[in-house]
Every structure is written in structure tokens, then in C-alpha cells.
């Protein structure tokens, strides 16, 4: 089923959008990390990527039917710079997310009674919050010349969720078990 209401559609699609640019920019700026010698905070970037094309491709299959040609407007932290300060950017794009996109995005969408837009967004803003966490322990880390300690992350593939070394008997978020997590 489609979505029935043009902003809760526009709010997908920008919230699609803002979710491809995370993705990208994050496996750009693992590669920076790794070159850089933090290898786990490049991992991190990289699982951390893979959280963001989930919750695209959730947002993405939420617009089901809504083919044709729409225009995107969606905020992204921009530039490539050291590990440092490539993690505040990843820091600054999570914390607007969860202090002010998904909020917002969420109350229309349950305003509108879009459900299955409301379960998109509500994924998406769980993981987000663990984000910036993450991104601010590894930074932390970063500025004293260490890589951030970490021995397993783990993503769940349904709604994002991350953990890091123990996974949970089941999602928290989507409640998947934990045998789909994919492991980085």
C-alpha cells in the first residue's frame, strides 16, 4: 500500500535521501580512518553505513507505488577531513536527526496515520540515537590518538539497530532475532 499523504511522502523521501548521503559518506570517511591507523573506527563507519542503507531501503520500500520523478531536499554534513573530525561531522548529522528530523517526520506521519511510515521512522530514530554514541566514544578516542575499542558491531537488518560486542537474544527495536544481525 501506498502512502496516502504528500508530506508524510515528501518526509520519506528526504529522509531517503539524507539516509544515501549518511551511507556514502560514512564508507567514504572509513576509508579515511583505516588509512589513518583506527581501523576499528573504520569499521565502525562502515557498519554504521550499512545501519543507513537499512533504514533507506525501509523508507524507499515504505513509498511503495510512488514511481515518478520528485525533487529531494535532505540536510548532509559535507567534507572530508581527518578521522577527528570526520567523526564530530558523523555526530552533528546523527544528533539532527534525532533531535529534530525523526521527531518531526514521526508526529506527521502519526498525525497522517501512516503506519507503516510511522514503523520506518521509529527504526530509523532508535538506531540514530546509538549512533551518535558510538560516533562520539570513537571520537573521544580519536583525539587521544587511539582507535576506538570495539571488538564486534553488529546491525540488525531489519531496522538498524546497533550493538556493539554482545548481541541481545532479540532485537529491542523490530524484535528480530539475533541470528540475522549482520556482524562487522
Known amino acids: 500500500m501506498a502512502v496516502k499523504n504528500a508530506m508524510t511522502a515528501d518526509f520519506l523521501r528526504s529522509a531517503y535521501g539524507g539516509e544515501c548521503m549518511a551511507h556514502m559518506r560514512y564508507l567514504t570517511w572509513g576509508e ?20 543507513e542503507q537499512v533504514h533507506a531501503g525501509n523508507h524507499f520500500n515504505v513509498l511503495n507505488g510512488d514511481i515518478g520523478d520528485h525533487p529531494v531536499t535532505a540536510g548532509g554534513v559535507f567534507g572530508l577531513k581527518n578521522t577527528t573530525e570526520n567523526l564530530k561531522g558523523g555526530i552533528i548529522g546523527e544528533e539532527f536527526e534525532v533531535d529534530q528530523m525523526y521527531p518531526a517526520y514521526l508526529e506527521v506521519a502519526k498525525m497522517q ?53 554482545e548481541l541481545p537474544n532479540q532485537c529491542p527495536v523490530c524484535g528480530a532475532k539475533k541470528g540475522i544481525y549482520k556482524e562487522f
Not at 549512533?131 to 546491525?155: C, M, P, R, S, T
Open 32 to 51: 579515511v580512518a583505516e588509512k589513518e591507523g583506527f581501523p576499528n573506527i573504520a569499521r565502525l563507519f562502515k557498519a554504521i553505513a550499512y545501519a
Open 113 to 165: 496515520k501512516e503506519e507503516e511510515a510511522v514503523r520506518s521512522f521509529t527504526f530509523a530514530l532508535e538506531a540514530e540515537k546509538i549512533h551518535a554514541e558510538l560516533f562520539k566514544k570513537a571520537k573521544e578516542a580519536a583525539e587521544q590518538g587511539k582507535d576506538f575499542e570495539v571488538n564486534k558491531i553488529y546491525i540488525c537488518p531489519i531496522c538498524g539497530h546497533t550493538v556493539t560486542d
